[in-house]
C-alpha cells in the first residue's frame, strides 16, 4: 500500500468512520419481519429434539429386548398330501 500524507490518512479515516456509521444505520432500522418467523426456528429444534430423543429410545427399547419375547411368525408350509 502506498504512503499517504497525513491529509489523505485522516481523510481515508473519515470515510471508513461514515461507511461503518451509515452500514450501522441501516443494520438498525433493517425490518426482522423480512428474515421470516422468529418462532420458526425454536420449533423446528424441538421437533428435532424430540425426534433424536424418540429415534435413541425406539433403538434402547429394541437393544433391551431378549431374544425370547421376540417371535417369529410362523412359516406356511406345504402339506405333502396336495
Not at 22 to 38: C, N, Q, V
Not at 40 to 66: N, S, W
Request: aromatic share 2%.
Amino acid at each position: 500500500m502506498p504512503e499517504l500524507a497525513p491529509e489523505e490518512q485522516i481523510e481515508v479515516e473519515a470515510d471508513r468512520r461514515r461507511r461503518i456509521t451509515a452500514a450501522f444505520r441501516l443494520g438498525s432500522e433493517a425490518s426482522p419481519a423480512a428474515s421470516g418467523p422468529s418462532w420458526l426456528g425454536p420449533m423446528l429444534a424441538g421437533i428435532a429434539m424430540a425426534l433424536a430423543a424418540a429415534l435413541v429410545l425406539g433403538v434402547i427399547t429394541i437393544a433391551r429386548a431378549t431374544p425370547g419375547t421376540t417371535q417369529a411368525t410362523p412359516s406356511v408350509k406345504a402339506s405333502p398330501t396336495h
